[in-house]
């Protein structure tokens, strides 16, 4: 296994609330290059939340945020050309092909024009778009627009991976490619952060679970543990009951 590396993805005591409703309460984690870190959580446990604050899209109301040690608020856009992400649903133009989203794509990961349009090939061949390449993302089925994103995301192989839910309407294939590609992301010395619902793969893909319940980090599971399905039902459980 790579050797892990600094800490890329930090938090520390984040608080987030939409109204008067706490969303995360007091979580700290960090990421580290080199390491795939998985959160997994119930339903409304508060993943997304957590990603869309380390790329800036939201800010937090206690607590601090830091991408290679900058708040995202204030990292100029230099840095997030080395940002990969894939939050919620997959970012295409509907109405370009696959091809042109993915130079679009590489131009605003920083690449020249030249690089881009390299780029966009070899991805398509990696995530087996071929056969969809001049296709207009709209008409898409859902697990290529998926593959669509994440080809997106690696497009200019960032050292910081940011995914939600990746494993999304992918077939048995995407899954399989998806974990070939963390694992080369790894080798790289990419920081990797992903959420999940899938046990079993991210206990196939992740240096390091986490497990979150409603908005709090209530422990962390071993990947190469046995019955992670139980040991992570115990954790949700116990917080429940704790805050009865
Ligand atoms: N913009 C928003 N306004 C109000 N509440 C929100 C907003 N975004 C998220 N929430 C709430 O925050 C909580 C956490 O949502 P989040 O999407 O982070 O959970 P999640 O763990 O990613 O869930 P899932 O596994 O279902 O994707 C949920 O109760 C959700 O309804």
């Not at 995407?174 to 694992?183: E, F, V």
């Not at 991210?202 to 980090?217: F, L, P, Q």
Request: glycine share 10%; hydrophobic share 45%.
């Amino acid at each position: 296994m790579t050797e892990v590396g600094d800490v890329v993805l930090e938090c520390r005591n984040v608080c987030k609330r939409y109204g008067s409703a706490p969303v995360l309460e007091g979580v700290t984690t960090e990421v580290r290059a080199g390491e795939v870190h998985a959160f997994v959580g119930l339903n409304g446990a508060g993943k997304t939340t957590l990603m869309r604050l380390f790329l800036g899209m939201i800010e937090p109301d206690d607590g601090i945020v830091r991408v290679r040690g900058l708040a995202p608020s204030t990292m100029p856009a230099r840095h997030w050309t080395g940002v990969g992400h894939l939050v919620e649903t997959p970012l295409a133009y509907p109405e370009l092909t696959v091809a042109q989203n993915l130079r679009i794509a590489g131009r605003l990961a920083g690449l020249s024009a030249a690089g881009a349009t390299a780029a966009a090939d070899r991805w398509i061949e990696e995530l087996v778009l071929s056969r969809w390449a001049r296709t207009s993302a709209r008409k898409l089925s859902l697990g290529n627009r998926q593959r669509l994103g994440l080809a997106a995301a690696l497009i200019a192989d960032p050292d910081v991976l940011i995914l939600d839910e990746p494993t999304n309407a992918l077939d048995p294939a995407g899954i399989m490619l998806l974990r070939t590609l963390l694992q080369r992301s790894r080798e790289r010395g990419a920081a990797t952060l992903v959420s999940s619902h899938h046990l079993d793969e991210v206990a196939r893909v992740a240096d390091r679970i986490t497990a979150v319940n409603e908005g709090r980090v209530v422990g962390s599971l071993d990947p190469d543990g046995i019955d992670l399905e139980r040991q992570f039902f115990d954790l949700v459980y116990r917080d429940s009951e704790a805050r009865r």
